[in-house]
């Protein structure tokens, strides 16, 4: 951020935030910038806040601090005898946002949640190739193959069809990629033939409004008062003011700029917890920092390659200095929290010169790689640089050189998507709905291949547990499988693991209501300022 954008995003800030009395006015510090507007499109929590967590809701909701699926736009759903059958019965009298650049005239009905879902599924689609459409999250996990056909049966209800059983499908319809847009909104765009607006000025039916968007700066929202969960949102106006850096994240807190901040510097926390007027709220991440090596690559097609190299690093120092001991060592793709971790898995030992030896067995010398530091903050990652140069310094000790590459955070994203990527990308996930198919199935199945699954990995014995352990009924069946995976991961080693986190969300003492959610999201729908 240049000095002429912090100060006027400070100000900015210090403008609104001295109205918050008065206007019930929450000031946001978030770490970056959204991709856009649209959920579907992203996968980043970034975008989540900004537009999924604050302008939209869905069929069924997580509740604010858990990972418990609730009634959101349906009021109830029945699941058919043989499990392929999903009706959802809509909430009547459910309002629309009334903006500048939209005012509805109807209620939400089955006509919006066909619409929202289509656009994601039919190549013909007039929205589906506007602004890219990616839509990362519906093909890693296999809708396009899972979804037969969606019905309405009549305004209020719509019957989602699939291929086969899923047991996962409710809680992936509390996921942001799942929001539900407003199909006459989206006739008015079309109509003017700017579909793409859909992922820059953005319409739900959540707790909040868009308002303006001012690139890198500033992000404002106010109160949707035709809310349906009466009595919220209790803020008046929300607004983000976009502070890539915690140091000044941290600054603009203890001045009263922001209320609440994501993402602290680890070295800050404790001072942090002695400062009059700020609380600190913590909880254990639901998280994985990990590095995708790009298997369909040499040399690092080869799984002993990537094992050497995971053998080289030293995770505990990272864990000590990049993390300040807030975090503990991950030898699973998934969280120990997780349901269906499996702690007999063995961890690659830290063992340079064994690991040198391996990469000479296999005919790997004087090997060069491309090392991918993200550019951002990330609660499994707060300092991708600092741990990019440590895996760097052990990486030269059994004769690898590893260049640090960077890029704008966007950029970062839609470039380490792309199959043919050099080197191995720093990147990590917090879980976005509970279930462990989040995390094997979104980052490492087949079907995530050029786009959620960085590593390009797909392997059959794999898959083949992954796909199967979501058609069976029971947590207990599906837990199995998903040990059984967890073995064949680490035997293939698509990433190194690295790092488990834990939370921290530094606040203002005036800030009441407000709930670390475990699935990473920073929700305001339930939070006031009582001064």
Same mark, same amino acid.
């Given at each position: 951020? *240049?000095?002429?954008?912090?100060? *006027? ?56 601090? %858990?990972?418990?699926? &609730? ?27 009334? %903006? ?33 459409? %990616? ?27 699939? *291929? ?42 959540? #707790? ?35 502070? #890539? ?18 993402? #602290? ?22 998280? &994985? ?9 040499? #040399? ?148 995530? &291949? ?20 979501? *058609?069976?009924? %029971? ?57």
């Amino acid at each position: 951020m *240049t000095l002429h954008t912090f100060l *006027t995003t400070s100000a900015l800030a210090l403008s609104m935030a001295s109205a918050a009395a008065a206007q019930q006015t929450l000031v946001y510090c978030s770490e970056g910038s959204p991709e856009g507007f649209d959920p579907a499109l992203y996968t980043s929590g970034t975008t989540f806040d900004a537009a999924g967590q604050a302008v939209y809701a869905r069929l069924v909701e997580f509740k604010t601090g %858990t990972t418990e699926v &609730v009634p959101g736009l349906a009021e109830s759903y029945d699941i058919s005898e043989d499990g392929k059958t999903y009706t959802f019965h809509l909430r009547p009298g459910t309002k629309f946002q009334t %903006t500048d650049f939209f005012t509805p005239t109807r209620d939400l009905n089955a006509d919006d949640v066909i619409f929202s879902f289509m656009r994601q599924l039919d190549p013909e689609n007039p929205f589906h190739n506007a602004s890219g459409g %990616t839509f990362e999250y519906f093909n890693a996990m296999s809708m396009p193959e899972l979804i037969e056909n969606i019905e309405k049966v009549d305004d209020l209800t719509v019957a989602f069809h699939l *291929t086969r059983p899923e047991a996962p499908f409710i809680a992936n319809m509390a996921m942001d990629f799942a929001s539900i847009m407003s199909k006459e909104y989206a006739d008015q765009l079309l109509e003017a033939g700017r579909p793409d607006m859909l992922n820059q000025q953005p319409l739900g039916a959540g #707790p909040f409004a868009f308002v303006a968007y001012q690139k890198d700066a500033v992000i404002r929202y106010r109160k949707h008062e035709g809310f349906y969960r009466e009595g919220l949102p209790k803020l008046d106006n929300l607004i983000f003011a976009i502070t #890539p850096d915690a140091s000044v994240r941290y600054q603009k807190l203890k001045a009263g700029e922001c209320h609440v901040m994501p993402f #602290p510097n680890p070295a800050d926390i404790e001072e942090m917890k002695s400062e009059d007027g700020i609380v600190v709220e913590e909880q254990e991440g639901l998280n &994985v920092g990990y590095m995708a090596y790009n298997t369909q690559q040499p #040399p690092f097609d080869n799984p002993k390659v990537r094992k050497a190299l995971n053998m080289a690093m030293d995770k505990q120092a990272i864990i000590d200095v990049v993390f300040q001991g807030a975090g503990e060592i991950a030898k699973n793709p998934i969280p120990p929290t997780m349901w269906s971790y499996n702690d007999a898995v063995e961890d690659d030992p830290y063992d340079p010169e064994a690991a040198k030896a391996m990469l000479e067995a296999e005919g790997v010398t004087d090997l060069s790689m491309k090392l991918w530091a993200m550019p951002v903050q990330r609660p499994y990652n707060p300092n991708a640089r600092r741990m990019a140069e440590m895996m760097q310094a052990d990486f030269e000790k059994v004769g690898v050189n590893a260049e640090i590459v960077s890029y704008e955070w966007g950029e970062y994203l839609d470039r380490s998507k792309e199959v043919d990527r050099d080197g191995a990308v720093l990147l990590g996930w917090t879980g976005d709905n509970g279930d462990p198919d989040n995390f094997l199935a979104t980052l490492l199945s087949c079907d995530g &291949v050029g786009g959620a699954n960085r590593s390009q990995w797909c392997y059959e014995p794999f898959e083949e547990l992954i796909q199967k352990a979501k *058609t069976l009924p %029971t947590q207990a069946e599906r837990a199995k499988l998903y040990e059984e995976a967890q073995v064949i991961f680490k035997e293939q080693a698509p990433w190194a693991t690295i790092a488990h986190s834990k939370v921290f969300m530094p606040m203002r003492e005036e800030v009441k209501g407000y709930k670390v959610h475990p699935l990473g999201l920073h929700i305001f729908t339930e939070v006031s300022l009582d001064k």
